[in-house]
């Protein structure tokens, strides 16, 4: 099972897709709250380059936004 974080806000409709599409695949993921939790912001951009959510570390992989194939792709579903 490859380590999965979804940074992510509660009022983004991309990062409520984005938790439920892995929660379909039965993908376990630590959820960080960027908008409660300075740290996971911080850390976020520095991972990313970007401010907007959601953005899913996938061991180390970064994807930005809510982007299907990259997200099998990086995970081996497909």
Partial sequence: MKNVIVY????CPWCTKA??????KDIDFVEKDVAQDQEAAVEMVEKSGQRGVPVIDI???IIVGFDKDNIDKSLGLN
Avoid: D
Wanted: hydrophobic letters at 10%; aromatic letters at 8%; charged letters at 30%.
């Fill in 8 to 11: 992510s806000t509660p009022t």
């Fill in 19 to 24: 938790k439920s599409y892995l929660k379909s």
């Fill in 59 to 61: 061991e180390g992989e």
